[in-house]
């Protein structure tokens, strides 16, 4: 249950800052420059936090767990490679963990080992998700 609500509310407050900001989020998805058509851009940007909300709602509220997870897995992967790949691709002459950025999570300028180490973390607990037995705790089982 605690895995449960961490990641949830953490992707729930990181969808709500984006969709109260959506046009720097804009900018900040178009910085990783992997999207170059603007309206498969804009939809991104417009869905993406909404999307973010309703798994971390799914999660907290004990409802659709694993597919929730399964989904939230499959956007953290390619999301902490694309951090990476920015990071390394910033050529920096300081220290790998001193480069800090916007990475379009919701947090403003972090560190890269930070994020890259959050992120992870919330991979294991995502997974660990979808392979848990079913909690009591869940609303489904309220509901039946």
Not at 65 to 77: E, H, P
Not at 85 to 105: S, T, Y
Not at 111 to 135: F, G, H, Q, T
Request: net charge positive; hydrophobic share 60%; with cysteine.
């Amino acid at each position: 249950m605690a895995a449960r609500l961490l990641v949830g509310s953490v992707f729930v407050y990181m969808g709500a800052v984006k969709a109260l900001h959506p046009v720097e989020f804009l900018k900040l998805v178009r910085a990783y420059e992997t999207v170059r058509d603007p309206l498969l851009l804009n939809a991104i940007a417009a869905s993406l936090p909404w999307f973010e909300i309703l798994c971390g709602t799914l999660l907290v509220a004990g409802v659709a767990v694993r597919g929730s997870a399964v989904l939230l897995t499959a956007l953290l992967i390619p999301f902490t490679w694309m951090v990476l790949h920015r990071a390394l691709a910033m050529n920096a002459a300081i220290p790998f963990c001193a480069i800090q950025f916007d990475c379009g999570c919701g947090q403003g300028e972090v560190p890269v080992c930070r994020k890259l180490v959050e992120n992870l973390a919330l991979i294991l607990l995502s997974c660990w998700l979808i392979a848990a037995p079913a909690s009591k705790y869940c609303l489904r089982f309220r509901l039946i």
